[in-house]
């Protein structure tokens, strides 16, 4: 968390003209080049960052694969190189958007004794007449690249390197692999003649063998190496919805654009869990509705439900507040004339009130 960006002192003094007790800010919708003098600041509507991690498993052949099943009764080995894609997760991140058509703006009057206020960077009210913190996104996680598989030449004989074809390395390999496997039997029954009697050091050697048995077997059934991967893309639902295409994954490309039809859709719905009630109108709430107008406006954020799925399988289930499913509501102007210094704060994912102190 750091400092809002900016704290705007949003302060017009005319020393020749004395602040009368009247006097209140006003705060009325932003018309571009009708507002001259006053500070714009937008309300939000809740938008998420979409975080996805995948694995990405690259198998390759290995150099005596023709001869798996001649030496090693190896089948169905892969033959050439290929990808494979796993989706692991799905999570969502609320964060505030600039809503262009809630902008309004602070007007500085002679005769105002107008608030503090703070805005986010990208102009989100975050306060009145206090300090706010503005947030930001987390950092994303660490794409992780997998273990590397070993060169297999590091265990081989002087005999196997020097072997004339590739034919007659693959025998000789074959042969490595299969003394290996009886000096493993060997240890075990304790028949070795180098037997450790410790039973660590005893573990350690077979540990060691099974090691040089794994790197030579893979000339012949190949490699794979799975390394993680971190997509990063947002969503900025505008109304409920079933079955939004978010985007599509495909097993042998990865991640890909909603309108790729190379992959599966990974789909979310949005459903609104509660109705905000309508204002109740009479004569005597329309005359007080007159007198906010320059009020301060805010959120009253709604709570909806989002599902993430991809082919049936269920990554995100979670409710939060969501601006653009609430109503504006607005702060009475008298709460910032020159006898009151109320102080406010606003969550900057929906605009919605945090705190109110007088």
């Given at each position: 968390m750091k400092k809002a960006s900016f704290i705007l002192s949003v302060v017009y003094c005319?020393?020749?003209?004395?602040?009368?007790?009247?006097?209140?800010?006003?705060?009325?919708?932003?018309?571009?080049g009708s507002t001259l003098e006053g500070v714009t600041y937008y309300l939000p509507r809740t938008a998420f960052r979409v975080t996805v991690i995948a694995e990405k498993t690259t198998i390759k052949p290995g150099d005596f694969y023709k001869y798996a099943d001649r030496y090693l009764r190896l089948q169905n080995v892969p033959t050439e190189e290929s990808v494979q894609w796993t989706l692991k997760s799905i999570t969502l991140e609320p964060y505030g958007k600039p809503d262009k058509n809630k902008a309004y703006s602070i007007k500085l009057k002679s005769k105002t004794v107008a608030p503090l206020v703070g805005l986010s960077r990208d102009g989100l009210l975050l306060s009145i007449n206090?300090?706010?913190?503005?947030?930001?996104?987390?950092?994303?996680?660490?794409?992780?690249?997998?273990?590397?598989?070993?060169?297999?030449?590091?265990?081989?004989?002087q005999e196997i390197l020097a072997a004339g074809s590739t034919a007659k390395m693959a025998e000789l390999c074959a042969q490595e692999i299969y003394d290996i496997r009886?000096?493993?039997?060997?240890?075990v029954r304790g028949e070795a003649d180098n037997t450790p009697k410790d039973g660590a050091q005893l573990k350690l050697m077979l540990e060691q063998l099974d090691k040089q048995a794994s790197v030579l077997e893979s000339l012949f059934s190949g490699t794979s190496q799975t390394d993680t991967e971190v997509i990063s893309l947002f969503y900025d639902p505008q109304q409920e919805t079933d079955r939004d295409i978010l985007f599509r994954f495909?097993?042998?490309?990865?991640?890909?654009?909603?309108?790729?039809?190379?992959?599966?859709?990974?789909?979310?719905?949005?459903?609104?869990?509660?109705?905000?009630?309508?204002?109740?109108?009479?004569?005597?709430?329309?005359?007080?509705?007159?007198?906010?107008?320059?009020?301060?406006?805010?959120?009253?954020?709604a709570r909806a439900?989002?599902?993430i799925s991809y082919k049936g399988q269920e990554f995100v289930n979670m409710e939060t507040p969501m601006a653009q499913f609430g109503i504006v509501e607005i702060l009475s102007n008298a709460l910032f004339d020159k006898k009151t210094t109320t102080q406010v704060t606003f969550f900057q994912t929906t605009g919605g009130t945090k705190d109110v102190m007088e």
């Amino acid at each position: 968390m750091k400092k809002a960006s900016f704290i705007l002192s949003v302060v017009y003094c005319l020393l020749s003209i004395s602040l009368t007790a009247s006097a209140q800010t006003e705060v009325e919708p932003f018309v571009p080049g009708s507002t001259l003098e006053g500070v714009t600041y937008y309300l939000p509507r809740t938008a998420f960052r979409v975080t996805v991690i995948a694995e990405k498993t690259t198998i390759k052949p290995g150099d005596f694969y023709k001869y798996a099943d001649r030496y090693l009764r190896l089948q169905n080995v892969p033959t050439e190189e290929s990808v494979q894609w796993t989706l692991k997760s799905i999570t969502l991140e609320p964060y505030g958007k600039p809503d262009k058509n809630k902008a309004y703006s602070i007007k500085l009057k002679s005769k105002t004794v107008a608030p503090l206020v703070g805005l986010s960077r990208d102009g989100l009210l975050l306060s009145i007449n206090t300090d706010a913190d503005e947030s930001f996104l987390s950092d994303l996680p660490k794409p992780e690249k997998g273990a590397a598989p070993e060169n297999p030449r590091n265990y081989m004989t002087q005999e196997i390197l020097a072997a004339g074809s590739t034919a007659k390395m693959a025998e000789l390999c074959a042969q490595e692999i299969y003394d290996i496997r009886e000096s493993k039997n060997a240890l075990v029954r304790g028949e070795a003649d180098n037997t450790p009697k410790d039973g660590a050091q005893l573990k350690l050697m077979l540990e060691q063998l099974d090691k040089q048995a794994s790197v030579l077997e893979s000339l012949f059934s190949g490699t794979s190496q799975t390394d993680t991967e971190v997509i990063s893309l947002f969503y900025d639902p505008q109304q409920e919805t079933d079955r939004d295409i978010l985007f599509r994954f495909s097993q042998k490309l990865g991640v890909l654009d909603a309108d790729n039809l190379a992959g599966e859709p990974v789909y979310a719905s949005v459903k609104v869990m509660e109705t905000i009630p309508a204002a109740v109108t009479s004569e005597d709430i329309a005359k007080k509705r007159v007198k906010m107008e320059h009020g301060v406006y805010y959120n009253v954020p709604a709570r909806a439900k989002i599902n993430i799925s991809y082919k049936g399988q269920e990554f995100v289930n979670m409710e939060t507040p969501m601006a653009q499913f609430g109503i504006v509501e607005i702060l009475s102007n008298a709460l910032f004339d020159k006898k009151t210094t109320t102080q406010v704060t606003f969550f900057q994912t929906t605009g919605g009130t945090k705190d109110v102190m007088e």
